[in-house]
């Protein structure tokens, strides 16, 4: 229509995907299929690319400690470095490589304000100093007991670090003395890939057996290291358990093997060990879920793209569990097909570049990709409310 502005026909545009949404989602309903439909809608997520000036491709690990973001990367088989950068805006700070810094092939990386673990898959940990970059100390040796560590954290004084080929040794925050290296079968470690502290208990996720499929998490007590429980079976859904996160109460774990509905997310009580659930298929739509992060009220899960061409970001009510929405290429066609309406008003293109890595930043959530950093800006005031299916 002449004189009409180009506004004009982006809400029209926008309108019609509603309506097709809505009559989509009648239809689906009528055939039997679940429909979530949530009281709020979400808002439109800005996005930009984080301008860190290096290349994050190969990124293996985060680590957030206040005003600063540290990202282990693996440069060849047994190289690798450590970069710095402002929480603020992404600006790159530092990058410590070279052989004086004595990180080989990082794995993981964790940090308690003074100081930084980094998990070396070579079999070592290298303590560096938060103020100035410059290395402690290298832990290694048969004493430590590591063998292909692949994940770290450090909490009230202790560093716990899994290895994929062993089992749990305890450090001492203070000095990098060994505590106990935890191993046997009493423990039920299976590959171990993942590692928090919460409710005064240390959870370990298992990757399982060598075929990927199955697993479990076992819990330890975070005062003397003894064995609480190991978690396992088809109630609790583990497959292949990637990685683990804890809030409010809650302990999420991503499960990647994509044999079951793309992949998915089991939920635990944090007191007991108890499942809750386990979230997958329907608008859940994860696609080999790989990170997960934290952020006040929601979880973020950063879908690699088995088959999603480019991956995705699942956004989840961490109160409950409910799917909020998820970002990728083609957002509202996805939650169209599942009648999941509020993804469809909440699309727009996300090109994440198959992410592995998510994290919390202040009020941002950092999102690694081959090709960048994407940073989604959250709108504090979208509550994010739901209904579980």
Same mark, same amino acid.
């Given at each position: 229509?002449?004189?009409?502005?180009?506004?004009?026909?982006?809400?029209?545009?926008?309108?019609?995907?509603?309506?097709?949404?809505?009559?989509?989602?009648?239809?689906?309903?009528?055939?039997?299929?679940?429909?979530?439909?949530?009281?709020?809608?979400?808002?439109?997520?800005?996005?930009?690319?984080?301008?860190?000036?290096?290349?994050?491709?190969?990124?293996?690990?985060?680590?957030?400690?206040?005003?600063?973001?540290?990202?282990?990367?693996?440069?060849?088989?047994?190289?690798?470095?450590?970069?710095?950068?402002?929480?603020?805006?992404?600006?790159?700070?530092?990058?410590?490589?070279?052989?004086?810094?004595?990180?080989?092939?990082?794995?993981?990386?964790?940090?308690?304000?003074?100081?930084?673990?980094?998990?070396?898959?070579?079999?070592? &940990?290298? %303590? =560096?100093?938060?103020?100035? $970059? *410059? !290395?402690? /100390? @290298?832990?290694?040796?048969? +004493?430590? #007991?590591?063998?292909?560590?692949?994940?770290?954290?450090?909490?009230?004084?202790?560093?716990?670090?899994?290895?994929?080929?062993?089992? &749990?040794? %305890? =450090?001492?925050?203070?000095? $990098? *003395? !060994?505590? /106990? @290296?935890?191993?046997?079968? +009493?423990? #039920?470690?299976?590959?171990?890939?993942?590692?928090?502290?919460?409710?005064?208990?240390?959870?370990?996720?298992?990757?399982?057996?060598?075929?990927?499929?199955?697993?479990?998490?076992?819990?330890?007590?975070?005062?003397?290291?003894?064995?609480? +429980?190991?978690?396992?079976?088809?109630?609790?859904?583990?497959?292949?358990?990637?990685?683990?996160?804890?809030?409010?109460?809650?302990?999420?774990?991503?499960?990647?093997?994509?044999?079951?509905?793309?992949?998915?997310?089991?939920?635990?009580?944090?007191?007991?060990?108890?499942?809750?659930?386990?979230?997958?298929?329907?608008?859940?739509?994860?696609?080999?879920?790989?990170?997960?992060?934290?952020?006040?009220?929601?979880?973020?899960?950063?879908?690699?793209?088995?088959?999603?061409?480019?991956?995705?970001?699942?956004?989840?009510?961490?109160?409950?569990?409910?799917?909020?929405?998820?970002?990728?290429?083609?957002?509202?066609?996805?939650?169209?097909?599942?009648?999941?309406?509020?993804?469809?008003?909440?699309?727009?293109?996300?090109?994440?570049?198959?992410?592995?890595?998510?994290?919390?930043?202040?009020?941002?959530?950092?999102?690694?990709?081959?090709?960048?950093?994407?940073?989604?800006?959250?709108?504090?005031?979208?509550?994010?409310?739901?209904?579980?299916?």
């Amino acid at each position: 229509m002449e004189g009409a502005s180009p506004g004009h026909g982006r809400r029209r545009g926008r309108t019609i995907k509603i309506l097709a949404a809505a009559a989509m989602a009648v239809v689906l309903a009528a055939a039997g299929e679940t429909v979530l439909v949530l009281h709020t809608r979400p808002g439109r997520i800005p996005v930009h690319v984080l301008p860190v000036g290096q290349d994050m491709s190969s990124a293996t690990a985060i680590a957030v400690d206040g005003s600063h973001v540290w990202v282990a990367s693996e440069t060849d088989r047994w190289g690798g470095s450590v970069t710095e950068l402002d929480a603020s805006d992404g600006r790159w700070v530092r990058t410590l490589a070279g052989p004086s810094y004595g990180i080989h092939s990082p794995t993981a990386i964790a940090a308690d304000g003074a100081h930084l673990w980094v998990a070396n898959g070579s079999g070592s &940990v290298t %303590e =560096l100093n938060a103020g100035d $970059g *410059s !290395r402690v /100390r @290298t832990l290694s040796g048969a +004493r430590y #007991g590591f063998r292909g560590p692949t994940a770290i954290t450090v909490a009230g004084g202790h560093v716990w670090v899994a290895s994929y080929d062993g089992g &749990v040794t %305890e =450090l001492n925050a203070g000095d $990098g *003395s !060994r505590v /106990r @290296t935890l191993s046997g079968a +009493r423990y #039920g470690f299976s590959a171990p890939n993942a590692i928090t502290v919460a409710d005064g208990l240390v959870w370990v996720a298992n990757e399982g057996g060598v075929d990927g499929r199955g697993g479990s998490v076992t819990e330890l007590n975070a005062g003397d290291g003894s064995w609480v +429980r190991t978690l396992s079976g088809a109630r609790y859904g583990f497959n292949a358990p990637y990685s683990i996160a804890s809030a409010g109460g809650r302990i999420w774990v991503t499960d990647l093997y994509p044999g079951i509905a793309g992949g998915s997310v089991t939920e635990l009580n944090a007191s007991d060990g108890s499942w809750v659930a386990t979230l997958t298929g329907g608008c859940y739509n994860f696609d080999s879920p790989h990170g997960i992060a934290v952020d006040g009220s929601h979880i973020w899960v950063a879908n690699s793209g088995a088959s999603q061409a480019g991956g995705s970001v699942t956004e989840l009510n961490a109160s409950n569990g409910s799917w909020i929405q998820t970002l990728s290429e083609d957002t509202w066609m996805q939650s169209l097909v599942r009648g999941c309406i509020p993804g469809v008003v909440a699309s727009g293109s996300y090109h994440f570049g198959n992410p592995g890595l998510v994290a919390a930043v202040g009020t941002h959530i950092w999102v690694f990709g081959r090709d960048g950093v994407r940073v989604l800006t959250d709108p504090a005031a979208r509550p994010g409310r739901g209904e579980r299916r």
